[in-house]
């Protein structure tokens, strides 16, 4: 145990004697974090229109009206010709073009059906199909009150109606910055331990100071978690520090147990270093690791569902999903801290994860060498 | 010449000898090519559902069936009372549920209305929004079969819509040149900047200062072999998304090739920079990987669009250079105009690349 104590004051001294490491460990994450947290959004702020109004009549200036005042629609330009309007679009001007043709007032008047043509710029397909739907929603008002105002002439009996109410529980506002803390804080934390631990193990060898130990007494398993140790305290501390700063700028709700979520984030921390000092005995040299981790972490934090729902992945995604411990953390991360979730509620991603912590550490053990 | 060529020699040597690397050089934009084609989607298939129904008549069993059957529900439980919402939404699986009032059917026929509701999970935004939208769209179609063809009438208003560019509304549109932009930027600066500070860290560049190579063509050559296998890499991409997306290049592939060229320079340079500041590689490799990649993904306009973010970022992200090369990559990939609809961005490109290279010259230290 004593040995492990100094192995650990030695590893301590390493990290913080480069000065550079020594702060950046605590102030990328807290940097990113403030600037990044409250810039991801899906929400759509504003949609710019360009209306070619062909038809010039109340209604069409009534519909005009509705979209402006929705709140969604800017009304940004009025071009003449659909050759101007694609070149507004094709300028990133405007994201969705109205055309309102000539007949448009006078057949609703009449009661006959008025086409409308709409063309979005739909190469980011999500932002495309959110506007498409609010226009449609606008139009649809639109529609109700002009057939209101025909029901006069044309009554319609009632029809049973089914009235859907729908609240959203734990964050009523849909505010994303609760979603995203806890995802980009995993990152993070993730980017962090995992380079850091396994470059400083594949840098001794490289440089030849793992010699040094290797003639010692140190037993393989000391100096696998003297090399972990110190990654999973500054995990810890990012992990803090970010929590307080989330709840005190971005009121973001802490509803489970804080224990309970450290719990899992050094099981965490303990799957993520396993796997990085795996992955460094097996290389030569610094560059060899960097590589297969910017890999390895490219592809674990895309697949663990922090930017898409992880149920919408196809099968093979979610088996392979059941081995990356980034895709717990997002888990655990959220439903403690969003929704109060209790041990309980994640004991299937507590055990697996520590099934996956376990193996790589034993791994990460084995495969270490003395012999050089 | 024949100095500097050698000098470019070795270094392909040591990029080559490393076998393992430039697997992974290659291997990256690759995998994540196919993962996000194929895994990362936002749409909903197989979503948990959970029911409380109050009334169990027919009419809500209809409902729920219908729910089940459409392909994006699957029913997780049947709850019994309303405290059991909170304890099944706390274990993750299930995203909704919703709930039908007492007496629902007979309320429907003889007061014409009764209601549903939907608990969505608020704690994933976007998973709850379209869950919520889904099941709404499926109730709603209920009703209007509901009510038969003798009360519906045809809105007035119908409107036609016309996706531009993207008519099918696929992902790939938005993550190929998102890939492009941030392996570039990200492998480029990584690798230049760690080779120049691991001659740095062991001394060796000491060996390479003595010699009767200038610094302009010691960087140079560090510089030409990374800037061919990015090259490689941007075609391969390119390569890739046609053959397995069926994403072709729309405008002149010249001019793509050009910028992306000049996109690599930019990124060669931003390592070069980054090696003259650090001094050992775990330094440069925290820098250009750390506190680039999140940035970069997250800054640029990748996944997320600039404009929806509060005004500051506007003026945030424009230090970024990947935002002004998924813009050119989209606009001559996808939308296929030409030079006239990019030179801006072109621009801020360059004059970056120049910054970037006056400021690393400043910087390097022909002493050690």
């Not at chain 2, 059957?69 to 019994?80: A, C, H, I, P, V």
């Not at chain 2, 007496?103 to 998973?127: C, Q």
């Not at chain 2, 889904?134 to 209920?142: G, N, S």
């Not at chain 2, 050119?328 to 970037?356: D, P, R, S």
Request: hydrophobic share 50%; glycine share 6%.
């Amino acid at each position: 145990m004593r040995t492990i104590l100094y192995l650990i004051r030695k590893e301590f001294i390493q990290i913080f004697r480069n000065k550079f490491i020594g702060r950046a460990i605590f102030a990328v994450p807290i940097v990113q974090l403030l600037i990044l947290v409250p810039a991801v959004t899906f929400e759509i702020k504003s949609v710019r229109l360009a209306i070619i109004d062909r038809d010039m009549t109340s209604e069409s200036r009534g519909l005009i009206n509705k979209l402006e005042g929705s709140g969604f629609f800017e009304v940004k330009y009025s071009p003449f010709s659909d050759g101007e309007a694609n070149n507004l679009i094709a300028g990133d001007k405007c994201d969705v073009t109205l055309q309102i043709p000539s007949g448009f007032g006078k057949n609703i008047g009449t009661g006959t059906a008025a086409r409308i043509m709409v063309s979005a710029n739909a190469v980011n397909a999500s932002t495309a199909m959110l506007s498409w739907a609010y226009l449609n929603g606008v139009i649809r008002d639109y529609n109700s009150v002009v057939m209101e105002e025909n029901i006069n002439t044309n009554p319609v009996t009632p029809a049973p109606r089914i009235m859907i109410e729908n609240r959203y529980w734990y964050n009523e506002m849909l505010n994303y910055k609760h979603y995203m803390l806890p995802g980009i804080l995993g990152i993070l934390v993730t980017a962090i331990g995992f380079l850091l631990a396994g470059l400083n193990l594949v840098r001794e060898k490289e440089v030849g100071t793992i010699e040094q130990i290797n003639v010692t007494p140190v037993r393989k398993y000391q100096f696998i978690i003297a090399k972990m140790v110190p990654f999973i305290i500054i995990g810890i501390i990012d992990l803090a520090v970010g929590m307080v700063l989330g709840k005190i700028l971005f009121d973001v709700p802490f509803e489970g147990s804080i224990a309970l979520l450290f719990l899992g984030a050094t099981i965490f921390l303990i799957a993520i270093l396993g796997l990085a000092l795996f992955i460094s005995t097996l290389s030569g040299t610094q560059q060899q690791f960097m590589f297969i981790a910017f890999f390895f972490m490219i592809i674990f934090i895309l697949m663990s569902g922090i930017f898409t729902p992880y149920e919408s992945m196809p099968g093979w995604a979610q088996a392979f999903n059941k081995v990356n411990p980034v895709a717990y953390l997002m888990r655990i991360n959220r439903m403690v801290m969003l929704k109060g979730s209790t041990i309980q509620d994640i004991s299937t991603e507590l055990w697996s994860l520590l099934i996956i912590a376990v193996t790589f550490t034993f791994f990460a053990v084995r495969r270490y060498r003395k012999t050089a | 010449m024949r100095r500097f060529l050698g000098f470019v020699k070795k270094e392909f040597l040591h990029i080559f000898r490393d076998y393992r690397t430039l697997i992974i050089l290659f291997g990256i934009p690759a995998a994540q090519i196919l993962i996000f084609g194929y895994a990362v989607s936002t749409d909903i298939k197989n979503a948990g559902v959970a029911f409380l129904d109050l009334s169990k008549d027919e009419t809500t069993q209809k409902i729920t069936d219908k729910i089940c059957s459409s392909g994006f529900f699957k029913r997780t439980e049947n709850l019994l009372s309303y405290n059991d919402i909170d304890r099944i939404l706390k274990k993750g699986k299930t995203k909704a549920v919703v709930v039908f009032e007492e007496n629902f059917g007979n309320k429907l026929i003889s007061e014409g209305k009764s209601s549903i509701s939907i608990i969505a999970d608020g704690s994933e935004p976007n998973t709850a929004t379209l869950v919520t939208n889904y099941l709404t769209a499926i109730i709603t179609d209920f009703n209007s079969q509901l009510a038969g063809p003798a009360t519906s009438t045809s809105p007035l208003i119908q409107s036609e819509v016309t996706m531009f560019y993207n008519p099918g509304l696929k992902g790939h549109f938005m993550f190929v040149p998102g890939i492009i932009t941030l392996i570039l930027i990200l492998i480029c600066a990584l690798m230049t900047s760690v080779t120049i500070t691991r001659e740095k860290e062991f001394g060796t560049i000491e060996v390479l200062l003595v010699s009767p190579l200038k610094p302009a063509q010691i960087i140079l050559g560090k510089v030409t072999p990374y800037f061919i296998l990015s090259f490689i890499n941007v075609i391969l991409i390119l390569l890739l998304s046609w053959l397995v997306f069926k994403l072709p290049v729309k405008g002149s592939i010249m001019l793509l090739l050009a910028e992306s060229m000049l996109y690599i320079l930019m990124s060669l340079s931003l390592g070069i920079l980054i090696s003259t500041v650090s001094s050992t590689m775990q330094q440069a490799i925290f820098i250009s990987l750390v506190g680039m990649m999140l940035p970069t993904v997250l800054l640029s306009g990748f996944i997320f669009p600039i404009r929806n973010m509060p005004e500051v970022y506007n003026w945030l992200s424009a230090i970024f250079p990947p935002r002004y090369f998924i813009i050119i990559i989209k606009n001559i990939m996808i939308k296929g105009t030409g030079f006239l609809y990019v030179w801006k961005e072109t621009l801020v490109l360059a004059v970056m690349t120049l910054i970037f290279i006056g400021l690393s010259v400043r910087n390097f230290k022909i002493r050690l």
